[in-house]
Each structure stands twice: as structure tokens, then as C-alpha cells.
């Protein structure tokens, strides 16, 4: 919920009336000012024009409550209270420091419109900076192979299944979940991550697949274009050796396929030490550097999101992945087998875990297969470069249309 809601502004003479009192009016327009500060510290400004939606004010309310004067500083602090498809409203409420009375408060509700004035929805980088969570479309929520498993499911079509890496959950997605229309779009979240379930043992490549095939079985879902980013890759692989007759299609993002070396696999126990001893915190501060272009978690920023996601995720998950990853087989030699089965390799240009040799590896060993490089992401592109990569997702799809 909006990140870093405070924002001070001055009531200048020319604001206020023959008596020296803020001008209802120029209230209003402070009121206006500090919401759209708010935006140039998150998103910019421009989050709207840039994705074709204006937000048009249909319904505002205001109480004032005390004079101010030239020269207040004003302190405005701006809250979500709704979250709809096309519209949202702020809480808003103006309070002067220095004696802290409350000035005015108000409420705006606003609907998203394009340049014909039809209602469209939230731009996706807007509501996820009002919401600092995911927004990605209706969520289920699956009891597969004994855990629960939320689930973002989106449009119709042929299947396409996210499969996020470690340690996130399914919002890395959302981008893609709103805007790969003619698809359905399915998100999870693995087990001890996210939101889902998370026991404290039967961790393995083996397991999390086999929660994946369950849960298309419960969705209905026989075939499916598989997405994984990272681990979601290595679960893909292992997916792909137990169930590749279901598989019409594979992106590999920011993933290799190569096991862990001896030391890998002594890292993978060192952090799961850490995550026991010192919580998800300690893990999130350690990779944030690594998984991020921009690492630094400013108010509203991707690296922020990222931090939380990784501090909200289960010690019992971050030890269970850890141990899934060090243990999991090398799929190098599977990567020939894949006649068949379109593959497209995705990289961010700037990932610091997944080196290019390894992308360039599965892109030249998988028959047929593509490489495309992010610009400006690194290990995460479908969150820090959200467009660029639905759009090279979406050409991808549009090459399997009718190969069912
Ligand atoms: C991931 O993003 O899933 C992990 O960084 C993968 C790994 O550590 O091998």
C-alpha cells in the first residue's frame, strides 16, 4: 500500500483568501499535488499516459476542518481504500506538524479511461504501486499432493503455466498474467512460497513438478506452454522428463541447465543455515544484489517488492528449495531430446546468477531453439523489464498458434 505516504507541502499567500485562510480551492489542488508527487517517487508521473489509461476523477469528497495559513507546512498522507478492475479511490488527509491539527481530509475515487473515454483497467505498474501486492487476476486456491497452492488464472485459450524461481512467488508474473491475451494464463505458487503451503520437508524437483501436473489435472488443463524463470526452469526440466507428451511448448528464462558444482551445493547448505539462523531477511539482503539490476529497494521500486516477497517466503520453503536445487540432476543431456517442443531461451542482459554461456548452451543444444537477451533486466526480467519480455513471450506464442 502506497510506499513512503507522506508528503509535505507549503500554503503559499497566494492560496489563500481576503482573510488569510487556505483557499477551499487551493486545498484541493495540494490535495492533487501530493497524490501525484507520490507517483513521480514510485512509478513516475507518466505511469498512466505511458500505458494508455488516464485516471478521471468521478467521485471526490472533502472535509476541511481548520484554517491554515501562508507559510503552513502541510503534511499529506494518501491511502488506498479501493482496488477495482478500472477503479480505485484515495484517502487523503492534510495535517499541519506543527500543531498537528488535522487540516482537511478527503476522498477521491477514480476511473481509468482511454483517449475515447472508455473504461479500461488499472495500468498494472499503477495498481501494483497502490497496492505494493499482486493484482493478477482471479486467484483459486488448489489442494494438490497435500498442500494448498494459490493459483492466478487469466483469459482463455491455450494453457500457458508460470512457474516462478526462488525464493518468489507467482506476482513476478503479473505482467504476464494481464496482457498475454488469447491465453490461459496460469500462476501458482510452489510449495513454502508465496502464499501456498509450506511443510517442512519432501522438498525436490520431483515434488514441486508433480504439484504442477496435479494442478493442471485440476484445472483441466492437458497441455500447456511451460514458463519457468530460474528454478521454475529446473522444475520445468524435470516436468519435461515425467510428462513431455503435455508440453507443446518451453521458455526457458534466466535458467540453465546444468546441476549444481561441489560448491553450489555447499552454498545451497550455507544458505539454508542462514535462512534457519537468521530468518528470510538474511536471505533477502544477501540476494537482492545479485537477482536485481537496480537492487536498490526505494519506495515503490522493484527492489523493494523483491525484498518483501523474499522476507514474507517460509524458512521451512527457502531451506526445502535450497535443498531441491542442490540436489536436482543435470538436464544437460535432455536438452536434445527436445526435438518438437518450440523453445525459447530468455535472458536478461545484466543477470548476475544465470551466465550467458548456459542460456547460449540450452539455446544451441535444443533443436529449433531461440535466444533473446532483456535489455535493462537482470534475473528477474518479467518484473524489471515487464514489457520487453511479455512481448517476446507473446511473439514466441503466436508462433505455436494451431501446432496444438
Ligand atoms: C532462482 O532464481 O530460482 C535461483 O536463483 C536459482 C539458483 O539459485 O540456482
Known sequence: MLPGPEVDLTGFPADCDAFGHLNHAACLALFERARWELFQRGPGMDVFSRNGAWPAVRKLSMDYHAPAAP?????????????????????????????????????VTFVCVDREGHPVPVPIEASAFLTMGPLDGAVRRYTVNGVRLPVSVAGEGPAILFIHGYPLNRA?????????????????????????????????????AGDLAALLDALGVERVVLCGLSMGGYIAFEFLRRWRERVRGLILMDTRAEADSAEGRRARDLA????????????????????????????????????????????????????????????????????????????????????????????ETVPGARLVVIDDAGHVPCLEAPAATTGAIGEFLATLTGRA
Open 71 to 107: 507559510g503552513d507546512v502541510l503534511r499529506f498522507q494518501t491511502a488506498l481504500t479501493h482496488h477495482g478492475r478500472t477503479s480505485f479511490t484515495l484517502r487523503q488527509t492534510a495535517r499541519r506538524p506543527a500543531d498537528d491539527r488535522v487540516i482537511a481530509t478527503g476522498e
Open 172 to 208: 513476478i508474473w503479473r505482467h504476464q498474467i494481464e496482457h498475454l491475451e488469447g491465453w490461459l494464463r496460469i500462476a501458482p505458487d510452489l510449495r513454502g512460497m508465496g502464499e501456498a503451503d509450506a511443510p517442512d520437508l519432501g522438498y525436490s524437483m520431483s515434488t514441486y
Open 272 to 363: 539454508a543455515q542462514t535462512a534457519r539462523e537468521h530468518g528470510a531477511a538474511a536471505i533477502a539482503d544477501a540476494m537482492l544484489p545479485k537477482l536485481l539490476l537496480d537492487p536498490e529497494p526505494h519506495p515503490g521500486s522493484v527492489a523493494d517488492e523483491v525484498r518483501r516477497m523474499i522476507r514474507a517466503t517460509p524458512v521451512a520453503g527457502i531451506a526445502g528449495a535450497l535443498a531441491a536445487m542442490r540436489d536436482r540432476p543435470d538436464s544437460t543431456p535432455l536438452l536434445s531430446t527436445l526435438e518438437g517442443i518450440p523453445t525459447l531461451v530468455l535472458l536478461g542482459e545484466d543477470d548476475r546468477i544465470t551466465p550467458l554461456a548456459s542460456a547460449r548452451l540450452m539455446a
